[in-house]
């Protein structure tokens, strides 16, 4: 609807004017509902040109558009041009909508190919509540920018190779020497918790004491313990409806890195100093120059990214996005520096941040996870609240922003819990039609076709509002905002409800085209849930 109208004023104004150059038209929605649907300033973007005062072009503009179905009125105001759209287009599109032709995939992707990697958790650990953000965002993301066109892979990296996977491995050594009976001394740098226990055990079922017995058994209980841990995150995350395209390895990649230290060299990226092999990313930017070669000749974990990042590039996307810890921001200009000196432009890497969150119940801090150590499990909120319901609650709020809340609200049955508000509007629909003597045939073919009473002016704003959401999508993936989802989700829900309170509806004058409108709201409701990855509810 909105990109219909929208290339149909700027077909008017660039024919009607006889433009040398193509004029994009803004399209607004006005602050109040007396202004119409939509509102548009191009008569001043054009007075300067034509050398005509914006209300003159304004009224000469609306004299042209006042010819077109799509519009019932069309009124020039202090040179905005305010636009109501007729009862007939909204019909049509609501016909178009019930007959399985609006709320599908849509073609504003222009062959557009994006490699989207998220969570990408070390599988040192189950996944805690703040990889459950960027995991929520990312997946939301994918399924937006599929539905508008794109074609997007989502990635995750698995942080297989380095300090972090022998650490494992002598976590579980020492806890199964405890389960054995021996007295151990764990050093400083270990992993804790009764996972490692769990895995030990597991480790002890499957191989048998022996596996304890040496040092050199590490590298083994390593490989066996980032297996068991990469099945719990595929787990945790399946629990959210969250699935990858692709998995890869770091341990994997690491055979290219003779070849891929070459190209850094070859564009004169690469400095040795004290020993060590330095990235040259202050020539790019950066505070100062990143190691990626210790002085005992082992890459650090930034050669695991670099290779990484070379990887990706070759597979000649047209785009790429991480999604990043907040933590991670310090990483961003060494990451660009190197993609630079690989012979990439870094531009076409997006890196998004994920801010922390915060949870609470009853009011006081949620707690900790005894099988993790010291920090709130995923899959115990997801058993807590439900997926749907964290789901919706970590996409309130932009990504980039810290995120506060008590789960304890997600039980209340009334407005203040989001998620039971929208699923709410969209169960009553369905109660509608279920209770309405009418058949289905009946309200799809119903025409509305009205008058400006107060019930058709409501109704005409639900059904335009119901069919905004092409423009709430594109907006929300274009500008990375998924929080206009939710937003978007709430506002169609209170519309709904007030039209319910204030309107008779089943065995009305006007009941087959009130739940024909209402079909509509229900097939919007259904699709918005259903790309932020819950499934909307016709019962409650």
């Given at each position: ?51 005509k ?95 508008l066109?794109?074609?997007?892979v989502s ?38 918790g ?46 959210l ?53 210790r ?16 990887d ?98 997600l ?12 699923n ?50 594109h ?66």
């Amino acid at each position: 609807m909105y990109h219909h109208i929208k290339n149909l004023l700027e077909h008017c104004v660039n024919t009607h004017f006889l433009l040398h150059e193509t004029i994009q038209v803004p399209l607004e929605r006005p602050k109040q509902k007396d202004f119409g649907h939509f509102a548009t300033p191009i008569a001043f973007i054009l007075a300067k040109s034509l050398k005509k005062s914006p209300n003159a072009i304004a009224e000469d503009l609306c004299a042209v558009l006042r010819a077109y179905k799509e519009f019932a009125k069309v009124e020039p105001l202090n040179g905005y041009i305010n636009l109501t759209l007729s009862y007939e287009f909204l019909d049509s599109l609501c016909d178009r909508a019930l007959v399985g032709q609006y709320f599908i995939p849509q073609d504003f992707g222009n062959n557009t190919r994006i490699l989207l990697e998220f969570v990408s958790a070390n599988p040192t650990g189950p996944l805690h509540i703040g990889h459950a953000r960027g995991a929520i965002y990312g997946d939301s993301l994918k399924r937006i920018g599929q539905f508008l066109g794109y074609e997007i892979v989502s990635e995750y990296y698995i942080n297989d190779a380095g300090n972090q996977i022998a650490t494992l491995g002598l976590s579980v050594l020492l806890s199964g020497k405890e389960l054995l009976g021996e007295a151990v001394e764990y050093p400083q740098e270990y992993y804790k918790g009764a996972y490692i226990t769990d895995i030990a055990k597991a480790a002890l079922a499957h191989f048998g004491e022996e596996i304890f017995s040496s040092d050199s058994h590490i590298p083994t209980l390593s490989v066996f313990a980032k297996d068991l841990m990469l099945e719990e995150i595929r787990k945790n995350l399946k629990s959210l409806d969250i699935e990858f395209d692709h998995y890869v390895s770091e341990k994997e990649l690491f055979g290219r890195w003779a070849q891929t230290l070459e190209t850094l060299k070859a564009h004169n990226g690469v400095v040795e100093n004290e020993g060590k092999l330095w990235l040259c990313s202050t020539q790019k930017g950066d505070q100062k120059d990143r190691v990626i070669v210790r002085e005992n000749g082992e890459p650090t974990y930034l050669a695991g990214d670099i290779i990484y990042h070379q990887d990706k590039f070759m597979r000649n996307f047209t785009h790429y996005i991480n999604i990043w810890g907040a933590d991670h921001h310090g990483y961003i200009a060494r990451v660009k520096a190197a993609i630079e000196f690989l012979g990439y432009d870094s531009t076409k890497l997006e890196i998004l941040l994920s801010q922390m969150v915060a949870l609470s119940k009853g009011g006081q801090n949620y707690k900790m996870s005894k099988r993790a150590g010291n920090f709130i499990l995923l899959r115990d909120v997801v058993e807590d609240i439900g997926s749907d319901a964290l789901r919706f609650v970590f996409l309130t709020k932009r990504v980039d922003t810290h995120l506060e809340f008590d789960v304890d609200m997600l039980s209340h049955q009334d407005s203040s819990n989001p998620i039971f508000y929208i699923n709410y509007a969209n169960a009553r629909i369905h109660t509608l039609l279920e209770k309405s003597s009418l058949t289905r045939t009946q309200v799809v073919s119903a025409h509305l076709v009205g008058d400006e009473t107060p019930l058709w002016q409501d109704l005409r704003f639900l059904v335009f509002n119901a069919l905004s959401i092409h423009q709430v999508l594109h907006s929300s993936f274009c500008e990375r905002e998924i929080q206009k989802v939710c937003e978007y989700l709430k506002m169609l829900a209170s519309d709904f409800h007030s039209f319910y309170n204030a309107y008779k509806i089943l065995q009305s004058p006007h009941q087959a085209e009130i739940l024909k409108a209402l079909l509509v709201v229900s097939e919007s409701i259904t699709l918005g849930l259903r790309l932020i990855g819950i499934q909307a509810k016709t019962r409650m």
